[in-house]
């Protein structure tokens, strides 16, 4: 069986690696790939941090903005690999993607001990492959109600906390992120339902790793591990005192990460505007339950079966499931955060009802037929899937603008790592703000949704400098203002003031140094 789950990491591996070798392969001439096919605006985030790492650096500065603010201990996973990129001297990109493929890999097998610990081997790898590859029929919106797509397009195609698929096709934290729940989850189960050796140590580690990597999930972490403890001294699987003291052991050190990150973050109003921008918020109910369709229906039988039986082994798959179902809606800024892995106790809770109930029925009533019925319901599981891959790989061809970068944009971004400050200070437009930091690790006045601070005046007004009617007073005194060291201007024309000195110039790419 491991032979098997093996194959579909690697399955796993290749399908969520081939979109961006065909993007690298079909790169257009004048053009570079930019490495990024989803959610390019937080894979440039997370190079910018990458960045600071490759230059010694361990705690994190905002770089989407000229704002000075201290340093703090955040995003460490991102800075990590900039410590690699160093040690190995490899390109950031490249680590990135190892990286990528190493925690894919990782998640598939932490995964797999998850599930194997509720359900059958047989019924474990294909929950494994529903986990991995399940999607939703949402997408049916397109055909039945269009009017409802064109503000909230079917999740499936877009939420990357929702799909363990998606996620992590994309980021590679996020593939982390879920092997962290999905360990974290089992010691739970583990240390909770017999105090097994060393499941409390486990516990701590991933908790630990998910403080790191994904810190909103300590509070379903936590909410799940009381509720277990709680259960499990009731029907005395465990014994009050070590219940408890284990639960107040964990209890403290997330205090004590929770505590630092809540001071850090509200101790400096750069930080405090991060902190409130950085709000993720469910769609309507009904995108969720066309979105996870083909599990959720089954899950939900499942958890009745379960409640109705009292089977107290499934405690912990049934308590992750309700509690996110919880926090999706609970007053929080982050709603959708929550749903990253939430297809594990999902696809578990799924095959317990189709294994026990749903296929014996099937047997019984359609005999050499339910086969065909099993077979439906894969397809109908995973279809969604197949049509995001589909996508991705079209994606060059439909919409390269975003994909990739002209031979004048990275020359440019060549020159300024070469020839500006560390510290410098640049200006452009919110698309070229992401890259700036990304590709030289210099810090731009504009460039990300969450990091730049103030972000909505901020772009306004970095529109009006660039509006050709904008009076060069005011754009020299929001240059001084904003401690500005270059002005990045591409395909608009450039004033021609005294305080704007040419730099730099390669096609409808021109760089201004300004003069104090």
Known sequence: MIRRVGLAAVLMIALTTLPYLIALAATPPGSVFSSAILDRIDVNSHLAKMEQGERGAWLYSLLFTDRPHPPIAIQTFYIALGHVARWTGLSLILVYHLARIVCVGLMVFALWAFLTHYLTPDGAFAALLLCLFGGGIGFVLFFIAPALTRDIAPIEFWLLDAYTFLGSFALPHFAAGIALLAVGMLAIDRWTGGGARGSLLTLWLAALGIAILQPFDLLLLDLVLVIAVIGRIITRQIKPIPGITGLALVGISHAALGGYTWLALHSDPVWQSFNDQNVTLSPPPMYYVLGYGPLLLPAILGLWHILHG???????????????????????????????????????????WLADYALPASRRRFRRRYRLAVVGYGTLAMLSTVLLLAWLLGKPASDGRTLYDSTDEVAALNWISANTPADAVLLSDFETGGKIPADTGRRVVLGHWIETPDYERTRSEVEIFYAPDTGDAWRRDYLRAHHVDYVWFQDTPAPDAAYLQSAFESGSVRIFRVVP
Request: glycine residues 4%; aromatic residues 14%; without cysteine.
């Open 310 to 352: 009292k089977e107290g082994r499934w405690l912990v798959p049934v308590a992750w499931l309700v509690v996110v179902a919880i926090l999706v809606y609970f007053p929080i800024a982050t709603q959708r955060r929550f749903l990253l892995g939430v297809q594990a106790p999902m696809a578990a809770l799924a095959v317990f």
